[in-house]
Nanobody, 113 residues
Framework: QLQLVESGGGLVQPGGSLRLSCAASGSIVSINVMEWYRQAPGKQRDLVAR???????YYADSVKGRFTISRDNTKNTVYLQMNSLKPEDTAVYYC???????WGQGTQVTVSS
């Protein structure tokens, strides 16, 4: 079964940037949909961004224009470039595929001055 490992989180000031990575244990070439989710303390896990095999993208309204999802099939990795970060972006970020696999550990993003 494919495993996904998220990395790249950290503490950043408002207005700053981070790039998250999601490394797959196998090839992602045949995976149609890959997604980034986030879960803030006490809240449900929400979809942030989605990318298809043909590089069609979708973004939640809250991150549109600030976040960019991309995939590198040669490296079996999906990225989330996050710019103009806000305190409300603070959450644990997870990646997954469709259909959903068991959730990984995620990577913590904290936006604070």
């Amino acid at each position: 079964q494919l495993q996904l490992v998220e990395s790249g989180g950290g503490l950043v000031q408002p207005g700053g940037s981070l790039r998250l990575s999601c490394a797959a244990s196998g090839s992602i070439v045949s995976i149609n949909v890959m997604e980034w989710y986030r879960q803030a303390p006490g809240k449900q896990r929400d979809l942030v961004a989605r990318i298809t095999r043909v590089f069609t993208t979708y973004y939640a309204d809250s991150v549109k224009g600030r976040f960019t999802i991309s995939r590198d099939n040669t490296k079996n990795t999906v990225y989330l470039q996050m710019n103009s970060l806000k305190p409300e972006d603070t959450a644990v970020y997870y990646c997954n595929v469709v259909p959903t696999l068991p959730w990984g550990q995620g990577t913590q993003v904290t936006v604070s001055s």
